[in-house]
């Protein structure tokens, strides 16, 4: 069975949880991508992400070296693994970066970005064969 989701619901899984679908495309639309991927998680309507911006650069290039260093040892301290044991960065990082002083959001850059035609391909098979 195919799990239909708003963007504003909150995961209940895996090392983001709690989160809201479109704080994780915000800060980490690569796990949206894997969700859609390789789960049965399907969204309403991808295109309610873009109402909202893009997702935010989070290349280290774009930060100061002071939020650089800030955000790699949070990431490292407090993040849990991905299944391929990598630390991915997520809002809670960018708001801890926030709380300290070293970043503030209006700062962050959104990148130009569209869900691959693969994961929009995905997303809707899920949403026809929930319909049948």
């Known amino acids: 069975m195919k799990i239909i989701v708003d963007i504003n619901s ?21 796990y949206l991508e894997w969700l859609i991927a390789e789960t049965d998680l399907a969204f309403k309507d991808l295109d309610e ?16 070296v002071e939020a650089n260093q800030a ?4 990431v490292t301290q407090n993040n849990k693994p991905s299944i391929y044991n990598h630390k991915r960065i997520n809002y809670r990082n960018i708001k801890y970066l926030k709380e300290i002083g070293v970043l503030e959001y209006k700062n962050l850059k959104e990148m130009d970005y569209h869900f691959p035609d693969e994961i929009v391909r995905i997303n809707s098979e899920k949403l026809k064969s929930q319909i049948e």
């Open 10 to 30: 909150k995961i209940g899984f895996g090392e983001l949880k709690g989160l809201s679908f479109f704080e994780i495309y915000k800060f980490s639309y690569s």
């Open 49 to 64: 992400f873009y109402m909202y911006g893009r997702p935010f650069d989070l290349n280290s290039s774009s930060l100061s």
């Open 71 to 74: 955000l790699i040892s949070h």
